[in-house]
Each structure stands twice: as C-alpha cells, then as structure tokens.
C-alpha cells in the first residue's frame, strides 16, 4: 500500500425498505447506513462487483 491506490466514493440514494435482504446486506457491506451516508472505499473488484449488485440504490463517484 502505497498511498496510490484509486478511491470510489459510494453514496446511498435510496432507501433500504422493501429491498431483498441480500441487497440491504450488501448495502450495510459497503458501510452504507441511511439514506445520503456516503463512504469512500478503494476500488477494487469486489467492491466494483457490490456496487453493481445494487446499482439502482446507489450513485458511485470516482
């Protein structure tokens, strides 16, 4: 780790309620608590693959 690595920002947009319950585990995955908490994270594959699984419930940010 040497200081470079790429971040994402991830913030979420939607609620959580009436959502499959994989998907809100995921959100929480993220760090993702309410609506508009945002986290930033490095971009990695699997945080990439995460982000796709709930794409409808999120806005990403390089």
């Given at each position: 780790?040497?200081?470079?690595?790429?971040?994402?920002?991830?913030?979420?947009?939607?609620?959580?309620?009436g959502t499959k319950r994989?998907?809100?585990?995921?959100?929480?995955?993220?760090?993702?608590?309410?609506?508009?908490?945002?986290v930033e994270l490095e971009?990695?594959?699997?945080?990439?693959?995460?982000?796709?699984?709930?794409?409808y419930l999120v806005k990403?940010?390089?």
């Amino acid at each position: 780790m040497t200081g470079n690595e790429k971040k994402i920002k991830v913030t979420l947009i939607k609620s959580l309620i009436g959502t499959k319950r994989s998907h809100r585990a995921t959100a929480r995955g993220l760090g993702l608590r309410g609506i508009n908490s945002s986290v930033e994270l490095e971009d990695t594959p699997a945080v990439r693959g995460m982000i796709n699984n709930i794409y409808y419930l999120v806005k990403s940010e390089a």
